[in-house]
């Protein structure tokens, strides 16, 4: 095979004839969101291959495994347009950003010759090419890219002038941190300073609570056993981000759990409320359990502790259920917060317990400003029928390419959710009451039981999540606050725990949610008593990212497991054969201490108790008044099959397109549509 080349290109484009619904689509969005008139817009996909092939091979596999017969031209080794498109949009992904379309491509390639292909290295790209039948100027380009087509974090973008050459990009990824970290001094700083050094850094650490951190390490006992361990007097940048992770409102809920001085304007009453969560749900639920359980009923197994809920099905099986919202992400990139949202929410089951519960469906609630709002937008807002648009088709990709059927949802227009969306997921799941002889929604963590990271690898996606979801959103909000979803990868991982766990080869397992490795080795080390993280060995996307970023980032798709010593082979094959990426990144101690490395240096070294329970507990005040306006009282429920006879305090209401008259809702009570 002398002909062999190490890189060859493949383009499809539509015959003749054929509807262009992706170019369509552009069209219509660039016209109704941005104003832009595009003319016919043309898409092409677009795939680079870098692997010893001949022309012949090339040519079998974008025939027989990338193009459709029916639908598509093909053409090699060059990009091209057809007469009469002037400018080109060329949309790929920037190193390391997980490419689930080339990854399938390259397993076609891989059954095609016959032969296995690295699964960790990438040999193929996917990329989307959109030309413009309008000479538009490379400003109103960057803009439907930037705006329509492609997040800056993920994708790199190219525009120009067809006659002027199409330029392509593909990324070369690679691997190595930039080992830096930087010790950030509190001594001294005024309680101004504190608060902008806080908001400079995404902390989204009040006053109080920076003051706690800055106590916590100016006192006498921390700064003789940081001494002793060989870290400095000052935090580093490092346990500064745990800390700030670890007590961030999204992680803590410390609005939920705060103290409130609650006084009845009306009766005079004053009294103090110990944590809504705890008095008003948590104790609520423990009551309800309690009644269950002296009269025989104990189905209810897990509550308010874990990733999920499980209740007894019956004496083989849980039912395992999570619920959760991903607003502020969606806000800002809604494709890529909904599509994260869903799969996150699907790892949550996925991984309560030992881990490695069968998912069965998804269910959703997603609340938007009004579609059709014509009026002013603050900087940085997108307009709500864009954030309708990227959150429906996240949630649908998320779901669908992950193979977990969303079964049914419900959509809400109000002009309140214009600004921040409202992305409500839902994830039903069974799993078996024993895994290996084991109770299934337990975890057990032992002294010497391995640290190891499942799934996707680490990119500066993701990095502030936690934090970021903590404070309002303004024009300042990061980018690197949004994860990138991967269902492909998640369903590979989702397989794999499913298979692991029925062997026993799992002791137990978490997600890498709000926080990555942060939060998941932080929350098992409360188990243990105690981890050490070595974070030169965990995988990344690209090369650069510190050790803070490694340890804070959660990108997606990758979970951490706890593994005992002598089951290591075992697992480790078995994620290889499943093409499962596993890395074994430390242990798990009861020593008392988070401790965090990278090359044998220590980056971070945080007390287990002060690091959970040393946040500052909030004391809020509340007072209640009665309301002046009143609603509507009705003396009887309306008779939904009356035809022309409003019921006491209904209007009568036309039903447009219906040969009936009925009674219409009469007004709504705030908050309600």
Not at 31 to 57: D, E
Not at 71 to 96: C, K, M, Q, S, W
Not at 490 to 502: C, G, H, V
Not at 643 to 670: D, H, V, Y
Request: aromatic share 6%.
């Amino acid at each position: 095979m002398s002909d062999n080349t190490t890189t060859h290109t493949v383009q499809l484009t539509l015959k003749p004839g054929q509807h262009d619904g992706d170019g369509q689509r552009v069209a219509e969005a660039a016209a109704r969101h941005l104003g832009l008139a595009t003319g016919n817009v043309r898409s092409a996909a677009l795939y680079t291959v870098r692997y010893p092939l001949s022309k012949t091979q090339v040519r079998d596999f974008a025939t027989r495994c990338l193009a459709d017969p029916v639908l598509h031209d093909v053409r090699l080794n060059e990009l091209a347009a057809p007469g009469g498109f002037a400018t080109y949009i060329l949309v790929a992904r920037r190193p390391g950003v997980t490419d689930d379309e080339g990854t399938s491509a390259q397993n076609a390639l891989a059954d095609l010759l016959n032969e296995p292909l690295d699964t960790h290295t990438q040999h193929i790209f996917s990329k989307r090419l959109y030309l413009l039948e309008n000479d538009l100027p490379e400003t109103d380009l960057r803009r439907i890219a930037e705006e329509l087509l492609g997040n800056k974090l993920i994708n790199w973008l190219e525009v120009g002038r067809v006659a002027d050459g199409i330029r392509d990009y593909t990324p070369r990824p690679g691997g190595g941190a930039e080992a830096i970290t930087e010790v950030i001094s509190l001594t001294g700083r005024s309680d101004a300073e504190l608060v902008q050094l806080s908001k400079e850094n995404i902390y989204a650490l009040n006053l109080e609570e920076m003051r706690a951190v800055r106590n916590h390490f100016a006192a006498a006992d921390t700064q003789a056993e940081r001494q002793a361990a060989g870290m400095p007097a000052d935090p580093t940048d490092c346990e500064l981000e745990i800390i700030a992770q670890t007590w961030s409102e999204h992680c803590k809920h410390k609005e939920f759990s705060a103290l409130i001085n609650y006084k009845d304007l009306e009766t005079g009453e004053e009294k103090q409320v110990d944590s809504l969560f705890k008095t008003y749900i948590k104790d609520a639920t423990s009551e309800v359990d309690r009644q269950l359980r002296a009269n025989g009923n104990d189905w209810l197994v897990k509550v308010f502790s874990d990733n999920a809920g499980a209740v007894r099905i019956n004496s083989d099986s849980l039912f395992v259920w999570k619920v959760e919202t991903h607003n502020s992400p969606s806000a800002i990139d809604p494709y890529g917060g909904a599509i994260t949202g869903i799969l996150g929410n699907n790892r949550d089951p996925l991984a309560t317990g030992i881990g490695g519960a069968r998912l069965l469906f998804n269910t959703n609630v997603l609340c938007f400003g009004n579609p059709e709002y014509d009026g002013p937008l603050l900087t940085g807002q997108l307009h709500p029928r864009r954030i309708l648009e990227g959150v429906r088709k996240g949630i649908e990709d998320g779901g669908n390419k992950s193979g977990v059927p969303t079964v049914n949802g419900a959509i809400v227009f109000d002009d309140r959710y214009a600004g921040k969306p409202l992305v409500y997921c839902g994830t039903g799941a069974v799993m078996p009451m024993q895994f290996a002889g084991k109770n299934s929604w337990e975890k057990n963590i032992d002294a010497g039981d391995r640290i190891v990271m499942a799934g996707g690898r680490v990119g500066k996606d993701g990095i502030h999540g936690a934090t970021f979801s903590s404070i309002e959103l303004d024009e300042t909000a990061p980018a690197t606050a949004v994860q990138i979803g991967s269902p492909i990868t998640q369903k590979l991982a989702m397989d794999f725990l499913l298979l692991a766990a029925r062997r026993g080869l799992l002791k137990c397992s978490t997600d890498n949610g709000a926080g990555g490795l942060s939060s998941s080795v932080g929350e098992l080390a409360g188990i243990s008593g105690g981890a050490v993280v070595e974070l030169e060995k965990v995988p990344l996307k690209y090369p650069g990212l510190r050790p803070w970023e490694i340890f804070v980032s959660e990108s997606q798709e990758r979970f951490t497991l706890v593994v005992e010593p002598g089951k290591m082979a075992e697992i480790m094959a078995l994620g290889q054969e499943m093409e499962v990426e596993l890395t074994d990144i430390g242990h798990f101690t009861a020593d008392g201490f988070l401790d965090v490395r990278f090359d044998g240096a220590p980056v971070a070294r945080l007390n287990m108790g002060f690091l959970h329970e040393g946040v500052p507990r909030k004391v809020l005040e509340a007072e209640w008044t009665r309301p002046t306006a009143t609603e509507p009282l009705f003396t009887s429920p309306p008779d939904p099959l009356s035809r022309g006879e409003g019921a006491p305090g209904m209007p009568t209401t036309e039903l447009s397109g219906s040969p009936l008259r009925g009674e219409g809702p009469g007004p709504c009570p705030a908050g309600v549509r």
